[in-house]
């Protein structure tokens, strides 16, 4: 039989044909099993990875995954290992009034990682709440943009360490974090999310709203 790789869009259409008639899947392996005997209904021998077919299965909105983690003491992530969406980091403020990372969720799938980084050890696939909308895609865009730059930042930080370039990389650490969440300009990730998610117009139009309220509702 003839072997090929299979579209996006073919295994999209086998993990929603799969999670319609099994509701439940246990594991990675099972899903890429049911899904390469859909693909195979043609007579053709499909090539995928497991990881590909869960990758599009999140991604496109096919199928939710449920996790179960193990600890590891790596960094926490800003790419999620699971679906390779951004992870957007949640803050809160401590009693002396600074900015404290509580953790970091992917924009895309259920992967979350604080304090010691939790490594996924295990997937269950289940048919997904809603599906993906634009604005929730664009969204998704925006935030995984934001961790490569998180990534950039750092990478400069490391690259001139110990060097007589040692302290130089402020400048480009002050333009990534601009761009990441400055208030004032209309084209930051932080204010061009705001607009997305915005139903009356841009919000750094209105200096005097606090753009976490507007609309009376968190954004």
């Known amino acids: ?22 509701r439940r899947v246990e594991s990675q392996n099972e899903l890429r099993q049911l899904v390469v005997e859909k693909l195979s209904a043609d007579g053709s021998v499909p090539k995928v990875t497991a990881v590909r077919i869960r990758r599009v299965a999140l991604n496109r909105g096919a199928a939710a995954v449920e996790i179960d ?10 790419i999620c290992p699971v679906c390779k969406g951004g992870m957007t980091p949640v803050r809160t403020i401590n009693l002396d009034g600074e900015s404290v990372e509580l953790k970091r969720d992917c ?3 259920s992967f979350t990682a604080s304090g010691r980084m939790r490594r996924p050890a295990r997937y ?3 048919k997904p709440s809603s599906s993906v909308d634009e604005t929730t895609e664009k969204v998704r865009m925006l935030r995984k943009a934001a961790a490569h730059l998180r990534i950039a930042r750092d990478l400069i930080a490391k690259a001139v360490e110990n060097t007589d370039a040692a302290g130089r990389d402020g400048y480009s650490a002050g333009l990534i974090d601009g761009i990441l969440s400055s208030r004032d300009e209309p084209g930051s990730i932080k204010n061009l999310e705001a607009d997305i998610k915005a139903e009356q117009g841009p919000l750094w139009t209105r200096p005097l709203d606090s753009p976490k309220k507007a609309s009376k509702k968190d954004i």
Do not use: G, K, Q
């Open 1 to 22: 039989m003839e072997s090929r790789v299979p579209t996006d869009d073919e295994i999209e259409s086998a993990v929603r044909e799969v999670i319609r008639l099994r």
């Open 69 to 78: 983690y193990r600890n590891s003491f790596d960094a926490l992530p800003e």
């Open 107 to 109: 924009s895309v799938c």
């Open 124 to 126: 269950a696939f289940v």
